[in-house]
């Protein structure tokens, strides 16, 4: 089996630990990082042994690689992602995967003109407890759901600068509960806050009525003292609570009857980033598409949109 080469654009927290996953897989050759910083690239590039670029068209134009992931601010993702496409390189950009929906839209055309993939860093489902939730659900266990509920609340990250905590986190739940209940939203209603960051909004409180019915009850905000990270599933013939964190849960089934469950334990970035290089070599699909991508942006959009309605 032919190794892949791998570069990282943006080495930030993010873009450090694709190039750690990638350093470490037996079948990609980490070659390159790229970030505007020579600071951090230099850093980064020396731990692992690579090269490093101060921008994109300079890589392009040197050095040879199959896969990029981009770990740039959002601002950026369009731009550095489109160069690796018509490089022909298979792309994973961290979400959301652009700043608009037009770009998002121009990414997926583009690689689907080039023929290669176009995955999308929405890492909840790669989480381990996540997928034994889904798989529970798909088995029936809980019958027929009536709600999902998430909570994704902690402290301002410093990092974020471009982009309002719906659409930095709030995508993540609502790619999962799409994921979950494989069906799309037919309406929200939501009401955001802006409290600390200026014109970015900080808090997101959402209401989503799906096609099967199911509603979803969204909560996420850059406002809370404790970080916390949790999904609670409701249905027919029960209940399961789980903790993103630390990727274990609770099946209610009765209300003195619970079970505990447990999943072993593995770091989601290894098992998204596992799963995009399957999908470079044409062996299975990634766990989220450019699509899944675009409709998660879409959404976290219209609840900025929907602000205050109903």
Not at 19 to 45: N, Q
Not at 79 to 87: E, F, Q, R, S
Not at 217 to 232: E, H, P
Not at 242 to 270: G, K
């Amino acid at each position: 089996m032919r190794t892949l080469r791998a570069v990282v654009v943006g080495v930030g927290r993010m873009g450090r630990h694709h190039a750690r996953v990638y350093a470490d897989m037996p079948d990609v050759d980490l070659v390159a990082i790229v970030d505007p910083d020579p600071v951090a690239c230099l850093e980064v590039a020396r731990e692992y042994a690579c090269v490093d670029y101060d921008n994109p068209v300079d890589l392009c134009s040197e050095t040879d690689f199959d896969l990029a992931s981009i770990c740039t601010p959002t601002v950026h993702h369009h731009g550095a992602a489109i160069t690796m496409i018509l490089m022909g390189a298979h792309v994973l950009v961290e979400k959301p995967v652009a700043a608009t929906v037009a770009e998002a839209r121009d990414l997926i055309a583009s690689a689907h003109q080039r023929g290669v993939v176009l995955a999308v860093g929405h890492i909840e489902r790669c989480n381990p407890i996540v997928t034994e939730v889904k798989r529970r659900m798909d088995a029936g266990d809980l019958g027929d759901v009536y709600r999902v509920a998430t909570r994704r609340v902690g402290p301002s990250p410093r990092r974020i600068r471009d982009v309002g905590v719906a659409v930095d986190l709030a995508t993540h739940d609502l790619d999962v509960m799409r994921y979950l209940l494989d069906c799309e939203p037919l309406d929200c209603h939501a009401m955001l806050q802006h409290r600390r960051h200026g014109w970015m909004e900080d808090g997101v409180d959402a209401l989503l009525r799906f096609e099967s019915g199911a509603v979803g009850v969204l909560s996420c905000d850059w406002l809370s003292t404790a970080k916390q990270r949790t999904l609670a599933v409701t249905g027919a013939q029960g209940e399961i609570v789980a903790d993103y964190i630390a990727q274990e849960a609770t099946v209610y089934t009765a209300p003195d009857s619970c079970e505990s469950v447990t999943v072993p334990r593995e770091e989601p970035l290894v098992v998204e980033l596992r799963s995009f290089v399957a999908a470079c070599r044409g062996e299975s699909r990634p766990a989220a598409t450019g699509e899944d991508g675009l409709r998660a942006l879409e959404m976290a959009i219209e609840l900025g949109e929907e602000e205050g309605n109903g």
